[in-house]
């Protein structure tokens, strides 16, 4: 089997799994280089047969929009209100979220353009922090394959069913379930699927949008009900009522806004499968990011525009139905809920579609054990073993974790280039780098905060659970790296090359145990 050295040394050698394969750390390799640490030279672009390339402009803006609008179009906007104290301020807080989105997407846009490969993050980081050697892939490695992500959207998707837990749980199974099958089997289907749902989420929040902007301007047919407290957010006089200009309202609810808006780097995660990955990324981010801030300012115009202030701060039910109470009738619940189902699916489907490539890039990167099982697209020409091991993460911590703190637990935990001759296609705006900067401080700074007299994030965990059981799992990585490629080959009288091989359908990286002389 052919492979070549990183360094470009080339020879045969028969296919193997040399990390944590064996009590035996020699293996044959061809020609020693220097020291991987040193040498490190990586690949960052993907050499894929465009026969593999299966998705278009519309299918990235999907992975895109599909991805951050979950429920907190949904259910946010009451929690933002609560904070900032008026609607006028919730409206600022809106936008300036969607500024921090831009600066983002274009940092995105950046990177993928200049690296466009499968991976994201993961890509990205190894291309920026490149010592130590592989240590930041050892860390990226444990964030991608534990996380369990998907527990979270399986479960709402769950609760817009049934309530009893046991059902709950059941749902959230089968949703997860038939997720896995569809990206891990019938791809093609899959990809359909998270498309249509996609274009069906946009256009029932426009029609929510359309009804809003009706009722506002007094058309016949979208009045609200005379039984309901009359909504008058919009006078110059009540739009700032109430505004609450302390820093811990601002910060929190800023949090949240922020964090309505993420998920604009997942077309980034399955760049290698996109056509043209350089001029589709270059529009399929910014389209996508466009209809998402449009959606969240005019379906907030909607709610405000039909719901008082008063009921959307009265807690117990989120603003859209109260939205479809007031406008349509107490029967239009249930249509409320089939919309949350289906905009859960779909935000299930595009993260499952994304994350298992992450993992099958961990794969082909050689950091976890048997790697050529995850970076296979056997035997349904799909990453299924990566798929598979975000299912199982997630049906794990679903099945086990008691409902209340632990979920709100998993969401809060989900929560520089230098001289390598940097030179993409697309170049983002210093100003817009150094403001997503300072909004990702922001974000890590915040959860370290100590919370305002009397207000408990979790029923019975610390506040800070969330912000130390993160940094455990980022030391994890780091003693499994200096286990793997420092101790273990020290002890041994070895030091690790890694090489790039032809598995069967891909090519991946994998180390050669080389003896130091």
Not at 133 to 138: G, L, P, Q, V, Y
Not at 193 to 203: E, I, P, R, V
Not at 257 to 277: C, H, Q
């Amino acid at each position: 089997m052919l492979y070549h050295g990183v360094l470009g040394v080339s020879g045969t050698a028969e296919e193997a799994e040399p990390l944590l394969r064996s009590r035996s750390p020699f293996e044959p390799s061809g020609t020693v280089g220097t020291r991987a640490e040193n040498a490190n030279p990586r690949i960052f672009v993907d050499n894929v047969p465009d026969a593999k390339r299966q998705l278009g402009l519309l299918s990235a803006i999907s992975l895109i929009f599909n991805m951050v609008i979950g429920t907190g179009v949904f259910a946010g906007p009451s929690i933002i209100l609560n904070s900032s104290g008026s609607v006028g301020m919730t409206f600022v807080m809106w936008i300036l979220g969607a500024l921090v989105a831009a600066a983002g997407t274009a940092v995105d846009i950046e990177f993928g353009t200049g690296l466009p490969r499968s991976g994201g993050e993961k890509v990205y980081l190894e291309y920026v922090y490149r010592r130590p050697a592989f240590m930041i892939s050892c860390v990226y490695a444990l964030y991608g394959t534990l996380s369990g992500w998907m527990a979270i959207p399986s479960v709402t998707f769950g609760e817009s069913y049934e309530s009893t837990p046991t059902r709950v749980r059941v749902v959230a199974f089968l949703c997860s379930t038939f997720c896995l099958v569809v990206h891990g089997v019938f791809l093609n289907f899959g990809l359909r699927l998270q498309n249509t749902l996609g274009a069906f989420k946009l256009l029932a929040l426009v029609l929510v949008a359309g009804s809003g902007v009706l009722s506002l301007a007094g058309v016949p047919g979208f009045s609200v009900g005379d039984e309901y407290d009359q909504p008058n957010n919009f006078a110059w006089s009540t739009f700032w009522e109430g505004s609450n200009f302390g820093a811990n309202a601002f910060v929190t609810g800023m949090y949240n806004v922020i964090w309505s808006y993420t998920g604009y780097s997942n077309a980034n995660f399955a760049l290698s499968e996109v056509r043209d990955p350089v001029w589709t990324i270059k529009r399929a981010a910014p389209i996508a990011m466009f209809f998402v801030a449009f959606v969240y300012l005019a379906v907030n115009v909607a709610y405000f525009a039909v719901v008082s202030k008063t009921d959307m701060l009265g807690g117990g039910t989120i603003p859209a139905a109260l939205f479809f109470r007031n406008l349509y009738g107490p029967a239009t619940e249930r249509i409320l809920s089939a919309i949350i189902a289906l905009s859960m699916l779909g935000n299930i489907l595009v993260g499952l579609f994304s994350q298992g490539r992450v993992v099958q890039e961990l794969g082909r990167e050689g950091v976890l054990p048997y790697s050529s099982f995850f970076a296979s697209n056997k035997p349904f020409n799909t990453p299924f073993a990566g798929l598979f091991t975000q299912y199982l993460a997630s049906v794990f911590l679903m099945t086990f974790a008691p409902p209340g703190d632990a979920y709100l637990f998993m969401v809060n935990c989900e929560s520089l280039i230098s001289s390598y001759n940097w030179d993409p296609p697309f170049r983002a705006h210093k100003y817009a780098v150094v403001f997503f900067f300072l909004s990702n401080v922001f974000l890590t700074v915040v959860p370290m905060m100590p919370l305002s007299a009397g207000f408990e994030l979790y029923e019975h965990l610390p506040y800070y659970s969330h912000v130390v059981v993160s940094v455990f799992v980022g030391m994890l990585g780091v003693v499994y790296w200096f286990i793997v490629f420092k101790w273990i080959p020290g002890r041994n009288g070895y030091k690790l090359k890694q090489v790039t091989v032809t598995q069967d359908d891909v090519t991946r990286n994998v180390f050669r145990a080389i003896p130091v002389s």
